[in-house]
């Protein structure tokens, strides 16, 4: 399976993939947009740009390539280096290098550029919705003929009268089911007058719903092979500021996952990211679990 494949896959569910020693790919929602031509129209979908500063890994990619080609961390990490490896030598080579489904990255004044692809759809609400052209939409004519105009009048005056005779109707049925309701109201009262109540009879038991403590998106500040670690790891999360902190389980190659906090929603979660990353660390990610 081809590395761009499992970049492509984590680009719809994460705003940040990063290719350790190669950049990373970041993305954002964006909605519908008309091409600068305004002959096409493009349906909402992901903007995704590159990052050539972003070079540390943060295992995610790895994971996604272990997990998916079931296959050890060692050997998803060894194929991913080729993988970059390659990648630079074609830029050098030939100017620039096409990665399918995401977009090109060429070399020019010794700077990257990026050009994303634009058949691609990273964003899953719009998945079967294709870019269109434009003047596939036509206006409707204005000019309408006197015979429409003749039975649009006749149907606005009939439409007038059934509205009369509707609200006649509805008037009625409300005053007949004003005194239905007065006289269940009275029987109602009579018989709870006759009612009698055993005091000592059992009640229904009544469950009530239990709010999870912790929601299910969580920021992982590191990930650790020893539980001294990841204690000492919480601890100075807590004196930074972030008293949730907390471990979050244990990843598929047995390290324990620390978490700057957990949200309910995805929307709080990739907010809160992003001001982690800024003020704390670039590599934290986003974990969803439940």
Known sequence: MKINYHI???????????????????????????SLDGSKI???????????????????????ISSNENISYEMANNKLNNWVVKSHKKI?????IEIKNIGSISLENEKYIFTPSQNSIFLKSSYGLNSMDSNEIKRASNNISNSYLKYAAILIVFLSLAGIFTKSYFDSINEFNEASYAQANLEIEKKIQKATFNINSSLPTVKLPIKKQYGDFHI???SFMLEENSLKMIAELKNKGFIEARKVGVNKFGLLQVAYNSYDTVEEARLALAGIRISQDINAWLLIKN
């Open 220 to 222: 992982i500040a590191g």
């Open 92 to 96: 050098i080579k030939q100017g620039y």
């Open 42 to 64: 493009y349906p909402p979908n992901k903007e995704i740009t590159f990052n050539k500063s972003l070079i540390k890994s943060d295992g995610l990619l790895i994971n996604e």
């Open 8 to 34: 492509f896959n984590l680009l719809q569910d994460h705003d940040c993939v990063i290719v350790p020693k190669f950049g990373a790919f970041v993305a954002r929602n964006i909605s519908a947009k008309i």
